[in-house]
């Protein structure tokens, strides 16, 4: 037997200072209007090129009064002739002068920018980075927008039952489940809006490696008896625009009320479910829900450090299990019994067969720094 939903004991524990987290977590924009330099189109065009033929991603810069390094991809993606990726954002640049029935560029923004510096500067860093060169920008439009809020949520109530309470315009629900009697999350709707309900530190542990999470939650640990339930919308152009966000501007004017949209209109957990709409009442928690959308993001440059160290760490293990391989190898080539390797030898025959096959301090330098642009972050709205 499954727990049921959150009674009113379980709302008790569930007031507004449990709300940790709310904001935009995944920004898509389109770029209307008309290039006045288009030596860039040369200048990726040759970056293409040379990704192409080394069949990898090849390092670029894009140095005006800011500087952006990104990743030229060996291929365009969905029309658009380059694709331009780093950790921030990425950009898919369409091959005209001027927009006429699609866009000149989409720019998908991630989380680790949203949440670091917030998301109209980083709206505003990716449009003054195009205007300085020489992109004449017309109008920029939303085209998709994901709206979150994380709030700390009872274990006891985290179960497949929650949905039986959700009343919504949307007709498809699905499951997620880590074991059957384990809930991941929950999916409500599809295609133009569609709503997430799911343990974040979960999919963090699983997925998406965003430690840096905690200090945006200013907690430590989540509490044994709790979750983090991270509460989702997903919204495309078709709805936004019917939402009155048809612009960017308007976007950021409006986002409380299409979150009020989507938490008291399109989406509601509500008691007596069975009942006729006018006996059902909004579940409590779900009234923190509704009220809880502060749009609270940016100037926390913390979540820049705790992501390097994340990949040094990950790096630093492949290392060591590579170190090892070439140890355990070279140690059979050379007939050597030994049982008790030192850290220095190990590091020592990695050095002696980098000589062997022709690697240079030379070589090294200028990978090191190619190698660095894949790292390297906006430092706008960070310590450096």
């Known amino acids: 037997m499954t727990n049921s939903p ?48 080394a069949s ?63 998301a109209e500067e980083s709206c505003s860093f990716i449009s003054n980075m195009l205007s300085e060169m020489g992109f004449e920008i017309a109008v920029i439009k939303p085209s998709r927008v994901d709206l979150c809020l994380d709030v700390l949520f009872p274990k006891s109530a985290w179960n497949k039952d929650l949905i039986d309470y959700a009343v919504t315009k949307a007709f498809e629900r699905a499951f997620y489940m880590q074991k059957a009697d384990q809930l991941k999350g929950i999916a409500i709707g599809k295609a ?19 430690v840096w999470m905690f200090d945006i939650w200013g907690i430590v640990e989540i509490p044994e008896d709790k979750i983090m339930l991270r509460i989702e919308f997903q919204m495309r152009r078709e709805i936004l625009k019917d939402l009155g966000a048809n612009t960017l501007t308007e976007l ?28 059902r009442k909004t579940m409590p928690w779900w009234e923190i829900v509704q009220d809880g959308y502060e749009k609270a993001q940016g100037a926390n440059p ?12 990950r790096l630093t293990c492949q290392a060591f299990g590579i170190l090892i391989s070439i140890t355990a190898c070279n140690l059979e080539l050379i007939n050597d019994e030994s049982d008790r390797i030192k850290l220095e030898q190990v590091l020592y025959t990695f050095i002696d067969w980098l000589v062997k096959i022709g690697k240079t301090s030379e070589e090294l330098n200028e990978k090191i720094q190619d190698r660095r642009t894949k790292f390297k972050r906006i430092s706008q709205g960070s310590e450096e």
């Open 252 to 279: 950021f004017e409006k986002q409380q009320n299409i979150w009020s949209y989507c938490t008291r209109k399109w989406l509601k957990f509500e008691d007596n479910i069975g009942a006729h709409r006018d006996y």
């Open 302 to 313: 913390a979540i820049r450090e705790h992501i390097m160290k994340a990949d040094l760490e």
């Open 192 to 210: 133009v809006i569609m709503a997430r309900l799911y343990d974040k530190e979960l999919e963090i542990k699983q997925q998406s490696n965003k």
């Open 56 to 118: 990898v991603d090849i390092p670029g810069t894009i140095k005006i009064e800011a500087e952006w390094n990104f990743q030229m991809m060996p291929n365009g993606a969905k029309g658009f002739e380059w694709l331009l990726v780093s950790n921030d954002f990425a950009l898919k640049v369409g091959k005209w002068a001027t927009s006429k029935t699609r866009p000149n560029i989409m720019a998908e923004i991630r989380s680790e920018m949203l949440w670091r510096i917030g």
């Open 6 to 53: 959150p009674d009113k004991s379980e709302d008790i524990d569930m007031k507004i200072e449990n709300i940790k987290a709310s904001g935009i977590d995944t920004l898509i924009l389109s770029f209307n209007g008309e290039w006045k330099n288009l030596e860039w189109f040369s200048y990726f065009t040759e970056l293409k090129k040379m990704a192409q033929d």
